[in-house]
Structure formats: structure tokens, C-alpha cells
């Protein structure tokens, strides 16, 4: 198998490594490589392919009111982009996503797709299986950025961070203007909800660390 392919996609396990070879070398299989930084998809641009993440970091970012970029969902090596949009009667993307590092994408065309469904059935199922899950991870993602305040979303990160350095008061493992990016909010906002939480005396804080009370 070539080795732009390697390691090789558990979706893919239905083919051989000949098929897949044969696969590339007609284009129904497209790698696509992306620097950091590079936009994948811009928000209401139709969604022509299945992709599939075979290395580094994208995100899902939105534009607020105020011009801002938010960060709603960032997604790694194995999720996918537009396994169910691309079956809607509406197929474009709701949100410009963008590579957080370089990345590695593989892609699939709808009709490219259809072929591989009706020789590979078991293609098929492993597909319905993988995009069913990614579209449960990222409605939930979702629904937790509209559903939660910004202090129940500082809170949970906090807690989380609290369990994996395992200690109260938490080194931040990035700038708070990345931090309100992961929050879905302006850095305004997060530096606002901050002070009032250390004014409620859930939390004191410097420039690198946070402390929970």
C-alpha cells in the first residue's frame, strides 16, 4: 500500500491493499495535505466529499457579531468532516474550519462514495458507523456551547484540569486568549467572567496559573 496511506484507516479495513492502491491511482481515494493555519472549508461553501482526519488538528470556528473567531469544536486524526452533510438536502458547511497544525486529510466524492458502497457493503456499515459517532461528538459539543453558561464552561475545564495536574492551582497549558477560543467566547469576555468568579471567591488567578478555592 503506498505510503501516503500509512497508518493505515481502520474505515478502510475493507479493502485490500491492492484496491487501495488502485483506489488512489484513480482518484476515487484524495489525499490533501494542509499547513497550520490553512483554511479547509469556509462557512457556507457547499460540501462536495467525505473527509476523513489522517493527521494533525482542525478546528470549527465561528465569526460572532463583532468579527471575532471563535473556536466551537476541535477535532484529530480519525473524526471526520461532512459524512452526514453531504447526504442533507442542505450540504454546506455551517462553520469555516481550519487547520490548527499541519494536517493530512483524506477524501472521498459523493459519487466515489456510492460506487465503494455498493461493492464494499461492509464499507458501507463501518462509514454509517463513524459518522453516526463523530455527529453525536459534535452535537454534543455543540449543544454544550449553547446550553452552558461561561461559567459552567470555566468550571468544567478547571475541573478537568484540576484531575490531570492534580493539584488546585493550574499551570494553563495555553494563553488565555487560545483559552476563550476553546470557550467559544471573546478574550473580553473570559477575563470579565474570571474576575467576577475571583470576586465570588471561587478562584484567584496571575497571568499563568488559575487557583480553585
Known amino acids: 500500500m503506498k505510503k501516503v496511506l500509512e497508518p493505515y484507516p481502520a474505515l478502510l479495513h475493507s479493502f485490500t491493499e491492492q484496491e487501495l492502491d488502485e483506489l488512489l491511482e484513480r482518484g476515487i481515494l484524495q489525499i490533501k495535505s494542509y499547513d497550520k493555519g490553512n483554511i479547509i472549508h469556509l462557512e457556507g461553501e457547499p460540501c462536495t466529499k467525505f473527509e476523513l482526519i489522517l493527521e494533525g488538528t482542525v478546528v470549527i470556528e465561528r465569526i460572532d457579531a463583532a468579527g471575532n473567531l471563535l473556536t466551537i469544536s476541535e477535532m484529530k486524526k480519525g473524526e471526520i468532516l461532512g459524512g452526514n452533510l453531504l447526504f442533507s438536502e442542505t450540504p454546506y458547511y455551517p462553520m469555516t474550519i481550519t487547520s490548527r497544525s499541519s494536517a493530512r486529510l483524506l477524501g472521498i466524492e459523493k459519487e466515489g462514495l456510492f460506487s465503494l458502497f455498493f461493492s464494499h457493503p461492509s464499507f458501507l456499515r463501518s462509514y454509517l458507523e463513524l459518522t453516526s459517532a463523530n455527529a453525536n461528538i459534535l452535537g454534543d459539543t455543540l449543544r454544550y456551547h449553547i446550553h452552558t453558561s461561561l461559567r459552567e464552561r470555566i468550571r468544567h475545564f478547571l475541573e478537568e ?10 499551570v494553563l497549558p495555553m494563553t488565555k486568549k487560545k483559552l476563550a477560543e476553546k470557550l467559544g467566547v471573546q478574550r473580553t469576555s473570559l477575563s470579565r467572567e474570571l474576575s467576577k468568579m475571583k470576586q465570588d471567591g471561587l478562584i484567584d488567578f496571575d497571568r499563568r496559573t488559575i487557583t480553585l478555592l
Open 161 to 170: 484540569e484540576r484531575q490531570r495536574q492534580q493539584s488546585p492551582q493550574i
